[in-house]
């Protein structure tokens, strides 16, 4: 069966480094989503592109936080500088369209000293 | 912006059926309804996706009144490998509206 793919599964990083997190869908699938999950909380619906288009990005804190899909297909989710507060598990997950079911990937979990 | 609220956490024994109800009073015309089960430490799985009245699948059951303002999640016969979080969310197939996860339910199986 095929799997969203995610790396790296783990990451510790000091605060004010870069740090960046990779998404590679399932094949043929349109839409990806990267979310944010602090432990205790949903999940929080940083980006959703279409393709390779970004159809919302409005929980993006833009000024450290950035994401492509330049061909469509895999997917990088960059934070430059990372803060404490960025401490969660950060999850991609992928579907054929808008509004079909998700498939979502392992996720990485991201912690900030 | 289509809000869902959901019980925090509910209770209940092996081999009883499980009815968890989700509101969602601002639900768009085209919104679809969708509900994930999320274990620790993994990503959310999703369960069942419905549109109006009733929708069934070999897990679960979805029901979903006239007026769309609300959901019930049905499980039938729980085991103690049901023990999760359960989300309930609006999905919107198009427009500006986004996707938005609630704090889910946590469901707990006792034997």
């Known amino acids: 069966e095929a799997e969203v793919a995610q790396s790296p599964r783990y990451k510790i990083t000091e605060k004010s480094q870069a740090v960046a997190f990779w998404c590679d869908p399932i094949?043929?699938?349109?839409?990806l989503y990267w979310y944010r999950q602090i432990l205790g909380q949903g999940p929080e619906l940083l980006v959703q592109f279409q393709d390779e288009s970004v159809v919302d990005d409005s929980q993006l804190p833009k000024d450290r936080f950035s994401a492509e899909r330049l061909k469509g297909v895999d997917s990088t989710l960059k934070i430059q500088p990372a803060e404490l507060g960025d401490s969660a598990m950060y999850l991609c997950?992928?579907?054929?369209?808008?509004?079909?079911?998700?498939?979502f990937g392992p996720g990485t979990r991201l912690t900030v000293t | 912006l289509a809000k869902t609220t959901q019980p925090i956490s509910m209770d209940s024994y092996e081999g009883q059926e499980v009815n968890i109800t989700c509101s969602h009073n601002?639900?768009?015309?085209?919104?679809?309804i969708t509900w994930y089960q999320q274990f620790p430490s993994q990503g959310p799985r999703f369960i069942i996706q419905?549109?109006?009245t009733k929708v069934t699948n070999e897990v679960a059951s979805l029901f979903i009144p006239a007026d769309r303002k609300s959901s019930t999640l049905s499980l039938p016969r729980v085991s103690l490998s049901d023990t999760a979080v359960y989300y309930c969310l609006v999905d919107p197939p198009q427009g500006d509206d986004k996707i938005i996860f609630g704090k889910g339910t946590r469901l707990h199986i006792l034997p």
């Open positions: 419905g549109y109006k």
């Open positions: 094949s043929g699938h349109a839409t």
């Open positions: 601002n639900i768009a015309t085209n919104d679809y």
């Open positions: 997950a992928s579907s054929p369209a808008r509004a079909y079911e998700q498939y």
